[in-house]
């Protein structure tokens, strides 16, 4: 056994300073916030600066043979969050050089230490491998000597405060994660591993899979994917995403596939501490992708939840059988497209969902796609919105004839039964139907707050829609639906300031900005709100944001621009569909009854601006309206339609 005076140093490199008593790392004295297995990085390329490290002698240190882990993902993401400490990276290093395939180098020049003296005794270190039947240098095996001291001095005090090994810490750590009434956790986006960056919208499909399922347990709060997607391909320490979330635990990882084998590898941190309690590796042939995706969010949620009611199981339990591997890659392009929400993406959303169907006509989930693709493309009004509203009715309910667990199609129906079928009742029904499934589906949260809204329930539909912005704290479309949600029970002060934090999340969200402008209007500052729908149409050019700058035009007196957005309407409808009722609103402002009701004629039923709108109401006494009027609503009791930026 060495000596009790055995030296440890403290070294410098640059502006920073690694104390190996401590395990500090230091920038011109003040200390740099660096967790344990990137310092433990960071002191063995010290330790051999100059020299290559290869990958596997780093993981025969940090993560020992009987060590259940993903080393690749555990390694990569060390590497990075110490490159982020360093102000360093892999294209232009200054400190950690990597060595493709092999290893890694510190190139960095250590130009000073310091010795200090250790009391404490030095454990021996076993020859490794590569250094039996050779002679090794004196100097690497005193290196070697005094970072296994600290490893074994970290290890000892750990034993010491814990009085257990570390299986039995996992262990109470799950006691105590379970222990907690309410978790919060969010799933951040898997790392791509697959070698190809076609391949993302088959990664994200895995972590959107991951947080569809734990969202149905009543006992988690799961962030939703859009706030999740904030953090995608970000470095940011795992303690600082949580606070930014607000939530107790993260789950990370990453997907590999070679042809129809997925490989997905996760990990549980207990974010307070930046701790990993649990890793896992799920290796499955890609028809048996589902059970994979339920096993994986089985045994998170036991971890994090505790003993998992019956109720639970059968929801994770559900859609295990297996399916065709094109058709599910197919719906995965589908819904990655779906999520953009622009015209582009609708387009090829229906192309993939289709596909999806062909190739596997008992697809249940590519019916349920492509479904709700046909009522969002109806509710924008960017088709007809009577024949589309149909189709999706029809997908949706083959979709449940095959799968009668699936949430999506309920949600459909739901709000084809609202808009088309003039049956509040029966929308309700299948919306809480959705919720019944999964109480925590943000999607069903969201779209069953505006029913409230859109029924008179407003207290209620407002408390819903607060839920989901804490749900999907980042996601600017929610933030902003809140600011609408007020404007339209008319605390327009409150709507402003909710909106104005929407456009802190994204300020290019054209949405937000057609809402303000409602907000605007109706307090009457008709320059503000023209200010903000010029800033809407500039992002994004959409009919019914231009029939409503022609509305404030109208209403402000300003004729000869308002006539020029009814102009500019008619143009559009020569390349694209455009509701009739846009144009005949602007006409009707403008107090030209003949013109507007002309244009009247020309619409179907259920298209385009509802006619209950203010824009209509010099033209309620004359009987050719009323005529029109019970034509395009055939049942009053019908809920108003909105303009489409309103969703």
């Known amino acids: ?333 589908g819904e990655y497209f779906l999520t953009k929400w622009s015209t582009e993406g609708f387009e090829k959303a229906k192309q993939y969902f289709e596909q999806s169907i062909i190739l596997d006509p008992t697809y249940s989930q590519g019916y349920a796609g492509l479904g709700e693709y046909y009522s969002i493309v109806a509710f924008l009004g960017a088709v007809p919105s009577r024949e589309n509203y149909l189709k999706a009715e029809d997908l949706s309910r083959k979709a449940l004839e095959i799968d009668e667990t699936l949430v999506q199609p309920y949600v459909t129906l739901g709000m084809v039964k609202f808009f088309l079928r003039c049956d509040p009742a029966g929308a309700e029904k299948d919306l809480n139907r959705a919720l019944e499934l999964d109480p925590g589906s943000v999607y069903a949260l969201d779209y069953h707050s505006y029913y409230l809204l859109k029924t008179g329930r407003t207290d209620e539909a407002i408390s819903e829609k607060r839920r989901v912005v804490k749900h999907d704290p980042l996601a600017v479309e929610a933030s902003s639906e809140l600011g609408m949600y007020l404007s339209s029970v008319g605390r327009n002060d409150e709507a402003i300031q909710q909106l104005r934090k929407a456009l802190e999340i994204d300020a290019n969200h054209a949405a937000t900005h057609v809402r303000l402008a409602d907000a605007y209007t109706n307090k009457q500052q008709y320059s503000e709100a023209i200010a903000e729908l010029k800033k809407a149409i500039a992002l994004e050019k959409m009919p019914a944001g231009l029939a409503q700058l022609g509305d404030i035009y109208a209403r402000s007196g300003k004729k000869q621009e308002a006539r020029a957005v009814i102009s500019e309407l008619i143009e559009m409808s020569k390349r694209s569909y455009v509701s009739p009722t846009f144009i005949a609103s602007v006409h009707a402002r403008l107090g030209e009854r003949g013109v507007a009701l002309r244009w009247l004629e020309k619409a179907r039923a259920n298209d385009g601006t509802p006619v209950s709108d203010s824009a209509f109401d010099t033209l309620r006494s004359d009987p050719r309206f009323k005529a029109l009027e019970a034509q395009l609503t055939p049942n009053q009791s019908c809920p108003p339609r909105v303009l489409a930026e309103q969703r």
């Open 1 to 333: 056994m060495p000596s009790s005076s055995t030296l440890v140093r403290v070294l410098r490199f640059g502006l920073f300073e690694v104390d190996l008593r401590s395990g500090e790392l230091r920038k011109a004295g003040v200390r740099v916030k660096l967790h344990d297995q990137p310092f433990q990085v960071l002191t063995i390329l010290i330790d051999r600066a100059g020299e290559l490290v290869t990958r596997e002698e780093i993981r025969k240190t940090l993560w020992p043979g009987d060590t259940f882990v993903d080393f690749d993902h555990g390694l990569n993401n060390a590497v990075n969050r110490l490159r982020e400490a360093l102000g360093d990276s892999a294209d232009k290093p200054r400190f950690i050089e990597t060595l493709s395939r092999r290893g890694y180098r510190f190139i960095g020049t250590i130009n000073e230490s310091r010795e200090i003296e250790s009391a404490l005794p030095v454990p021996p270190v076993p020859a490794t491998p590569q250094e039996s039947g050779r002679l090794v240098p004196e100097r690497r095996n005193v290196r070697r000597a005094r970072y296994a001291w600290i490893l074994w001095l970290v290890a000892v005090l750990a034993a010491i405060f814990a009085g257990m090994n570390l299986r039995s810490f996992q262990s109470r750590s799950f006691q105590t994660l379970a222990s907690e009434s309410k978790r919060s956790i969010a799933v951040l986006p898997f790392e791509n591993l697959t070698g190809d960056a076609n391949q993302e919208y088959f990664v994200d499909g895995m972590t959107d899979a991951l947080i569809t399922n734990l969202s149905k347990l009543g006992a988690l709060r799961v962030i939703s994917r859009t706030s999740a997607m904030h953090y995608k391909g970000t470095h940011k320490a795992l303690p600082e995403i949580a606070h930014e979330l607000n939530v107790n635990s993260i789950v990370e990882g990453s997907v590999a596939r070679s042809g129809n084998r997925v490989r997905i590898s996760a990990q549980l941190v207990e974010a307070a501490n930046d701790q990993s309690i649990w890793v896992r590796d799920y290796n499955r042939n890609l028809q048996d992708v589902l059970q994979l995706q339920n096993e994986l969010a089985m045994d998170v949620a036991q971890q994090v939840a505790g003993k998992l009611t019956p109720k639970e199981q059968s929801r994770l339990a559900a859609r295990t059988r297996p399916v065709n591997p094109e058709a599910y890659e197919a719906d995965l392009k």
